[in-house]
């Protein structure tokens, strides 16, 4: 496996475990519709949570949450409108962005909550 996908994987690991922590039901992980993918879906407080984690081992080029882009949220409405008609919820949406960052110092995790809507 490349560095860069250990180095995901370990980050959708850590925001798992954040999830957990904090009271979200995790149903899902790498859940794919077409070319879509969603890292996590989660439940929690009748929200259904989409999840997009971004890792890096560092803030030199901007902090993580800052490369989730109009493509990728769009993508994430698609999937989400997707995830919810196949599997019959009726909970409110939510789009959540997980930043962590992991180095010599430790790790760092920011969860974003309500990071974008699908109004706009």
Do not use: C
């Not at 496996?1 to 994987?9: C, P, R």
């Not at 949570?49 to 890096?56: A, H, W």
């Amino acid at each position: 496996m490349a560095k860069h996908n250990t180095l995901g994987a370990e980050g959708e690991a850590i925001a798992r475990h954040h999830l957990e922590d904090n009271g979200y039901l995790i149903l899902e992980s790498n859940w794919r519709v077409g070319h879509l993918e969603a890292d996590i879906i989660a439940s929690k407080d009748n929200f259904i949570v989409f999840i997009e984690v971004k890792t890096r081992t560092s803030e030199d080029y901007g902090d993580p949450e800052e490369f989730v882009d109009r493509k990728k949220r769009q993508s994430y409405i698609k999937l989400a409108n997707a995830y919810i008609l196949k599997n019959n919820r009726h909970e409110e949406a939510r789009f959540d962005i997980i930043s962590v960052i992991i180095n010599e110092q430790g790790t760092k995790v920011k969860h974003l909550v309500n990071a974008f809507t699908t109004v706009g």
